[in-house]
């Protein structure tokens, strides 16, 4: 017996106070984007691309392809408040001892909103318009979910209802007047002289840059799952606690130090942020499980064949049973074109074979 699976997955969710949030800026945005676009294969590439084409309110050449539109979500704020709380979600964290009920627990934020990008994403009677608007979201939202001033908000005695997430945590700085902003630039590894549509010289700069970061923190290929969000933004949470709002003080300036932790920490987040919406859209545009096109016995070997999607990664799976209640690794296959053949001693008189897509 040879059970042929695919990782299935589903959630929901919802979108949603206004204030100036421009997470990792444009160019952070586009890097984020441009690590993700890196390890799409070729037939999730083609889906994404396909739907970044499909004209929504205000899209432009300034965000026509998938890199460039992860600004979109930015670039229409000069038009429309209604998306303006989805940027971020306000978790307290008292930086005085003061007391954090004084923050609303608003629903509408980040994490509602990447949910009901997911959920459109999965809805095979979304208007191509509206996954068009989702995809979009959903590129630039996870980019805003690891800045970790974009999951929380500093509450102290003098601002009980918090900072806005380092909005109004005054630096005296040349370069930054608020501690949000400095790292909306990420302590200067950021900039804001990309210029959109893209030249060749800017392409350059965010494929260099995007190299650069995953050459820190390397892609790791994993089983594809749907996330719930809430976790990412609680980690966010964290690292503001821990990092963003340690070392500085409101009214004060950055140090050198303060910025080389800032401007590391960016590079970790925004691997990350790119790391996940590869496997996220990977996921949900894995529709269909691998087509097994043969099984052969032959000089005491087990030959499974089937039909694969090139760049794709399949793991094989056995057990002893077909009861047993876990699989086994085999290995893990990357293709290199639309068919691969996986190969097995027969070493048990009974043996139980699976594949599943990895991303």
């Keep these: 017996m040879i059970k042929i699976t695919k990782p299935l997955a589903i959630l929901c969710a919802c979108f949603c106070l206004a204030r100036p949030a421009l997470a990792w800026d444009a160019e952070g945005h586009m890097v984020v984007a441009q690590i993700a676009y890196n390890h799409l294969d070729a037939a999730v590439k083609a889906k994404c691309d396909s739907l970044i084409a499909v004209p929504v309110y205000h899209s432009s050449s300034q965000n026509s392809n998938f890199v460039t539109a992860a600004c979109w979500a930015d670039d229409i704020k000069s038009f429309t408040s209604a998306f303006s709380d989805s940027h971020y979600i306000d978790i307290p964290i008292s930086l005085d001892g003061f007391p954090t009920n004084g923050v609303v627990n608003d629903p509408s934020n980040v994490v509602a909103a990447i949910r009901s990008s997911i959920t459109t994403l999965q809805d095979p009677t979304a208007t191509l318009s509206n996954q068009a608007v989702a995809l979009r979201f959903l590129i630039h939202f996870c980019g805003d979910i690891t800045q970790p001033l974009h999951c929380s908000t500093g509450v102290t005695t003098n601002l009980p209802a918090g900072d806005a997430g380092g909005n109004d945590f005054n630096l005296t700085s040349s370069s930054w007047s608020e501690l949000h902003a400095l ?64 070392g500085i003080s409101n009214g004060g300036s950055a140090t050198s130090a303060y910025l080389s932790t800032a401007q590391s920490t960016t590079i970790q987040r925004m691997a990350i942020g790119g790391q996940r919406l590869a496997k996220l859209l990977s996921t949900i545009y894995v529709t269909n499980a ?70």
Aim: hydrophobic residues 40%; charged residues 10%; glycine residues 6%.
């Design 290 to 359: 691998p087509t097994l096109t043969s099984t052969i016995i032959s000089n005491n070997n087990f030959n499974l064949s089937w039909g694969a999607v090139t760049g794709r990664i399949y793991r094989v799976q056995w057990k002893q049973q077909v009861t047993d209640a876990a699989w086994t690794d085999l290995t893990d296959l990357t293709v290199s074109n639309t068919s691969v053949t996986f190969t097995d001693p027969v070493l048990q008189p009974q043996q139980f074979y699976r594949v599943i897509v990895v991303n």
């Design 183 to 246: 790292w909306d630039y990420g302590g200067g590894y950021l900039s804001d002289s990309v210029a959109r549509p893209f030249t060749v010289a800017s392409q350059a700069i965010i494929v260099n840059k995007a190299a650069a970061v995953e050459a820190a923190y390397p892609y790791s290929a994993s089983v594809g799952s749907i996330p719930d969000p809430m976790p990412w933004a609680l980690e966010g949470r964290g690292i503001a606690a821990t990092v963003s709002y340690v």
